[in-house]
Every structure is written in C-alpha cells, then in structure tokens.
C-alpha cells in the first residue's frame, strides 16, 4: 500500500473535480462502475484491503487465549473495533485524502503474512467475481488456532453524497472453543466530497453475534451539520435474544474508532482501552514483485501504478485499458467454450449453516448471494495443492513478460 500518492485534491485538477461531481449527481446505477478521474485513483486494489483486518495479529488472536465465555466476546469486540481506523481511515491519514482502489480482475490474488511474538498470520486474498465484483478473503494463524474467513461487495449510490452499502460478511473461527462470530459489515458514506479532501465516515450498525450466546451491536455516528463528533461508536454486548433489554447489557464500548475507545462492564467500571495512534503494527510482508505471480496484485497493477504515482495521467489510462480489455476477451473465451474462471482458493457453497443460525440475533441480515454471485467460502483443498504458477494463465503472462 503505497504512501507516496498525492495528498489533496491538486489544485491544477479543481475543474475536473467539478465536472466528476456532477456527472457522480446525474449518474443511474451503481457508482461502482464509473470510471474515476486518474487523479484521484490509489495506486491499490481491492484485493489489498483484505489485509486491514490483521495488522495487530496480537489483538486479533487475544480472545482464544481467554478462557471466560463473555470475556473472550468481549475481546472478538475490542478486536473488531480496533480493525476499523485500518480498514477505513488510514489512507486517508497516508494521502491527504481517501482515493479510489483499483477495481480488481477476476482471479486477482493478494497474498503475505504477518511474522511477530503471535507466530505467523497468513493472509489470501482472491477476487472471485468481476459483475459484480467481489473480493474474498481468509486469514489464519495457526499456533493460536485462529481463523477468519469472509467476502464482500460493495454497492454505491449518490444522494447528497457517496452512500456505500457493504454486502457480504466475516467469520472469525477459534479452535479452542470451537466457537464462531458473525461479523456483518458496515454501510458508509463519503465526506468532504466539496472540498475535494474526501473521507469515509460510517453509519447506522453492525453486529458481531458468538455461537458462544452473546451478541454486540455497534451503533456509529458522526459529526452532523449542528451537533455529533466524527467517528463516533457505541457498542453493547448482551446475552441472544436481549438486545433491548438495558438490565441484561454485560459490556459497553464507546469513543471514537480513528482514536480511542474505553470498555466498561456492567458496574460501568473500566475493564479495558485502546488508543489506535499508541497501539503499534506488525508489517504485512509481501514477496518481491519480481518473485510474484502475474496473476497477484502488485505485479499485475505495477505499470499501472507507476503511472499513478508519475502523475503520467495517460499511460495510467493505457495501462488499465490494457488489462480490462484482456479480461473481456478472457470472458468471451470462457463464454465460447462454456467454462468459467477456475478461483484459486475459494469454492461457492449451496449454504452456509452457521451463517443462518446466528443471524437471527442481526435484524434483517441475510447472504444476499445474489449480490455477491454465490456463497463464498475457503477452500482448503484447493488451497493445499495451490502454487505458482497459479494457472495458465500465469504460464502464458511469464512468458510475455508480464
């Protein structure tokens, strides 16, 4: 994740801006397909995010260590938390402003692993579907017995601002306990858009529901136009089925996820905090773009990114235009031959049974696997006996120098 794109809106780039603005106002559909001015395009794709959820692998392994049923909740709780600056803010504090991923083609992988005092923590991040897109992703770490699964999609719209809906999931898996949490996601929304100096803020609520009886329900908010502060988050953990019941809440969270947030039990008595600029990250290590296979995403973006980073607006355009009209021409093959594009590491599934059995306690949850082109899940087999070259594909890109 490169931290050398430019900061702010340019000002040389003040016009396009307006006209970007206008045509995202007048715009039908879902604003994922537009194509972005280049200046305001990140030099990452999609498939990277993936990796925000496991820059503190000490966090996110905590809870199996915790032998106390509502404890170790409340720790999957602090973990979550905690992901959120990562997952939404950082790019913007990086660049000045938040940019555009790269929309990632259909079999992109991504792929590193986080080495500290928890052991390795593994990361594979695979786009397994173009229309719409969807990136899915698993994350393991095997001497904790800790693994998280999940995919998403997003759905984007315009009224006033940037509305993203998040469509998808993740499951958070603790081998000790042979427990399981459901984490929905959150729906967001784009601020500073008139300015030129965009950022996310989110909205409305998530919740993270454990198979061991306890649910959290984290509410956010944020700075409106008389009263509010930005970033803003409040969460309650609770036995199932007592969301509304004040007398049953067994820990709250409050503060802000880009800052810092405090836990209380129910006696309101501090048990535990998190300051997000204090807490320190493991670096995700990646393999050398040179060592890499054509299909993984810093290889396949490199010319791209380049480009990006030169301010060399043009051959960005080329770049890209390259690589989309191989991937259609790739389709029309699969469509001819009446295949389709073999994923690397996930499978679809019929179902998802632990999916169905806790989402009772999240209101109005459900897979929505038409949005997000079937149930997606890590497929162990495949991942076993996958390796570079990942496919033909690859084969043919190497030769090609790519």
Known sequence: MSSEEGAALPAS??????????????????????????????????????????????????PAAEKDPQKRAMLVLKWFLSTLKQQYASRNEKLGSEKKPLNPFL????????????????????????????????????????????????????????????????????????????????????????????????????????SNGFTSKVEYSGKGWVSGTKNSITATMYPHGKEKSKHDVIYTAEGAWTNNFTIKNAKKEVVDTYNAKAEPKTPLQVAPIEAQDPLETRRAWQKVAAAILKGDMNTTSAEKTLIENSQREMRKKEAAEGREWERRFFSKAKGLPIFEKLKKEAPGESLEADQTNGVWVFDQAKASAAKPPFSQLSQELSKNGA
């Open 13 to 62: 780039s003040k016009g396009s801006w307006g006209s970007f603005l206008k045509s995202i106002a007048s715009f039908n559909g879902d604003l994922a397909s537009m194509t972005a001015p280049a200046f305001i395009l990140s030099t990452t794709s999609l498939t990277e995010f993936s990796a925000y959820w496991a820059e503190m692998p000490k966090i996110l392994v905590a």
């Open 107 to 210: 079999g992109e992988l991504f792929m590193g692993k986080w080495e500290d005092q928890e052991g390795t923590t593994h990361l594979v991040s695979e786009q397994v579907s173009h229309h719409p897109p969807v990136t899915a992703y698993s994350i393991w770490n095997d001497k904790h017995g800790v693994r998280l699964q999940g995919y998403n999609a997003q759905k984007a719209s315009f009224s006033r601002t940037i509305h993203v809906r998040q469509v998808g999931h993740a499951i958070l898996h603790l081998d000790a306990w042979d427990e399981d949490y459901l984490i929905t996601l959150p729906s967001l929304h784009i601020e500073g858009l008139i300015t030129g100096s965009p950022y996310v803020e989110l909205n409305k609520s998530t919740y993270i529901i454990g």
